[in-house]
């Protein structure tokens, strides 16, 4: 009887290790293509982590509490039935008016991870979560296993039809989201050597969070890092074909009273160019639909 709780107790001590970091991985919404022609219909895959890690969101839809398009013309259109998470594909897209969309989709923080102290810390650093880091030492938690609940932000811009770079100012404005990416330049306003961006979190811009860059087709590491300044502003080199995230991630104390320690966000802002770009070079074409599944409660 020892030796079978011994075993149970050892499988359940796996599980934690190797479910909590799935949770912690990048999410974003993979259109099919991120420049369709009017009318067309795109298909939608929510994506988590990155490298072999990288499978199809099993996120529920339940979870989602907020997903539309921000329209040329200013208006939000609701998805609704256009999301089916867990089917052939996450959702279908068709758009009908020239221009650049913002397509956001936010869930609620009913999720939790709970990870040994040292991969807990370790993912702090990781993701630059200086909130938890600083209060972890105040108050000499250091050394405890972390517990966190945390929810999902992501953005994707879409170009219906040709593009004119003078009417890129969708991609420029806050959409009221809890943590999200805002650039001060469209990546599809033309060629420029850099993409600055701004970072807000709960309508303010944030300071000291470490916002990241992926090249989707080798995302296996970032291939820029750099952290807010003051104003919440990180500048990048300008991407020129593929696909695209820019990720940040933020967290916040909770009461002693809470089941959990922290709230965290994952926010993300993908892009992409115009698939004739990505076949003049082999090594930058888009990534496919990976079928797999990782568990996100």
Not at 76 to 86: F, Q, S, V
Not at 93 to 106: F, K, N, Q, S, Y
Not at 124 to 140: F, K, N, Q, W, Y
Not at 224 to 237: L, N, Q, V, Y
């Amino acid at each position: 009887m020892r030796f079978r709780i011994r075993t149970v107790l050892t499988a359940l001590a796996l599980v934690s290790l190797t479910a909590a970091p799935a949770a912690a991985h990048d999410f974003w919404v993979q259109p099919q293509t991120y420049w369709p022609g009017p009318g067309a219909t795109t298909s939608l895959s929510l994506q988590v982590g990155h490298a072999g890690e990288r499978q199809r969101s099993a996120i529920r839809r339940a979870r989602i509490t907020s997903a539309f398009v921000q329209a040329p013309d200013g208006r939000r259109l609701d998805l609704g039935e256009a999301l089916h998470p867990g089917g052939a594909d996450d959702g279908d897209l068709r758009l009908t008016a020239p221009g650049l969309h913002v397509l956001a989709l936010e869930t609620d923080t009913r999720a939790q991870s709970h990870q040994p102290a040292a991969r807990f810390n370790a993912y702090l650093v990781d993701e630059g979560l200086t909130p938890a880091i600083e209060a972890r030492r105040r108050l000499g938690r250091t050394g405890v296993d972390g517990a966190e609940r945390y929810g999902r932000i992501s953005k994707a811009l879409i170009q219906v039809g040709p593009v004119d770079p003078a009417a890129q100012r969708q991609a420029l404005q806050p959409l009221g989201l809890a943590l999200e990416i805002v650039p001060e330049r469209s990546p599809y306003a033309g060629h420029a050597a850099d993409l600055p961006v701004r970072v807000f979190y709960q309508g303010r811009p944030l300071a000291g969070a470490l916002v990241k860059l992926t090249d989707l087709a080798h995302d296996a590491e970032p291939v820029e890092r750099h952290r807010t300044d003051a104003a919440g502003r990180a500048r990048f080199s300008m991407p020129s074909r593929g696909a695209w995230l820019l990720n940040v991630v933020w967290t916040r104390p909770l009461p002693a009273s809470e089941e959990v320690d922290f709230e965290t966000l994952f926010s993300s802002l993908s892009f992409g160019f115009p698939a004739e770009q990505v076949a003049k070079d082999p090594d930058s074409a888009a990534p496919g639909d990976p079928v797999q599944s990782v568990h996100d409660h």
